[in-house]
Nanobody, 122 residues
Framework: QVQLVESGGGLVQAGGSLRLSCATS???????????MGWYRQAPGKQREMVAS????????NYAASVKGRFTISRDSAKNTVYLQMNNLKPEDTAVYYC????????????WGQGTQVTVSS
């Protein structure tokens, strides 16, 4: 089992920056089995959408078109933590941001954090 805890959300003015963190804990074998980690967000009345993802080795990243060039996903393997640096925030970035960990394969597992609120004022 893997537990994910997000932090770093808050209220910021448009044009500002925030850095979200996702701390991973659990059995070493379970953490080591994770293939990809990502950040998703869900705004009121909207579906949850992928924001950014990164492979376990950190060699490959992927971003939603709406955040490309403004957000950066990274990971610190020694700390089992994934980060989302968000710059030039816009009011439309307001949402609850969730951390996700994905284990691929025949025993696929999908883990989620509890979410952290990001509010961008205009």
């Amino acid at each position: 089992q893997v537990q994910l805890v997000e932090s770093g959300g808050g209220l910021v003015q448009a044009g500002g920056s925030l850095r979200l963190s996702c701390a991973t804990s659990g059995k070493i074998a379970a953490i080591s089995s994770i293939n990809k980690m990502g950040w998703y967000r869900q705004a009121p009345g909207k579906q949850r959408e992928m924001v950014a993802s990164i492979t376990s080795g950190g060699s490959s990243t992927n971003y939603a078109a709406s955040v490309k060039g403004r957000f950066t996903i990274s990971r610190d393997s020694a700390k089992n933590t994934v980060y989302l640096q968000m710059n030039n925030l816009k009011p439309e970035d307001t949402a609850v941001y969730y951390c996700n960990a994905l284990k691929l394969g025949p025993m696929m597992r999908d883990y989620w954090g509890q979410g952290t609120q990001v509010t961008v004022s205009s």
